[in-house]
């Protein structure tokens, strides 16, 4: 594989103030700028820590990503697990990208606990926050392979009237294939790919958002 080269380091900071003003995809032409007031910022989780919201990994993908961070390493310094600023990459064949730090957001769920034997009987319903990776499982199955946390966007105080389309899973639900599976998240909404978090406006190079990659 032909090296790349790193052409910028965006502060986080000029990211956080795209995210804001990004509204939702997908969202029947409703301007809604979900992020607009959020708390951001970045900090360090083991992955175990977190919840996944998706049910797989791909072979091909965690081979890329182990070699894109040995090259960085090696020429910049710079490991993709422990990112804290958007990087701007130009590959091999001349396409320019951006790289930012996996996506943490905290929002409030509504459970219902199911007590142990032994237990008290827990409140009918409980509203507790959750933090989700809604982006980079990749890397966080790496930093989980190499047992080091993971530098992470954290966000939270996102309008609560949009939950994230997928609901949290367990690390034990997710697998690794060699191709996409056809379950590939437990998603929340009956039509899934509505009202869809705006964080690719994070690793944005240029004056447009890059395409979109849910849905394929």
Partial sequence: MSELTLEKIEPIE???????????????GQNIQIYENAVMRTCDFRPEELNPTSLYVLEGHLDSLRHLRRQLLKRYRIDILRLSSVLHIRTPDGVLIGIAPPFVEVYEEI??????EGDRIPPPRSVIKVPVLKDGIHRAWLAREEGIPLCCVLVSGAT???????????????????????EKKFYRRQNPY???RPIKALRQTGDKPPENEWGR
Avoid: M
């Avoid at 459970?111 to 142990?116: D, G, K, M």
């Avoid at 609560?160 to 056809?182: C, F, H, R, T």
């Fill in 14 to 28: 000029v990211a956080f103030a795209r995210l804001r003003e990004a509204p939702l995809d997908a969202a029947d």
């Fill in 111 to 116: 459970v219902q606990i199911i007590p142990r």
């Fill in 160 to 182: 609560g009237d949009y939950l994230p389309y997928a609901y949290p899973n367990s690390w034990s639900d997710v697998k690794l294939y060699a191709d996409k599976p056809s």
């Fill in 194 to 196: 509505t009202y869809l």
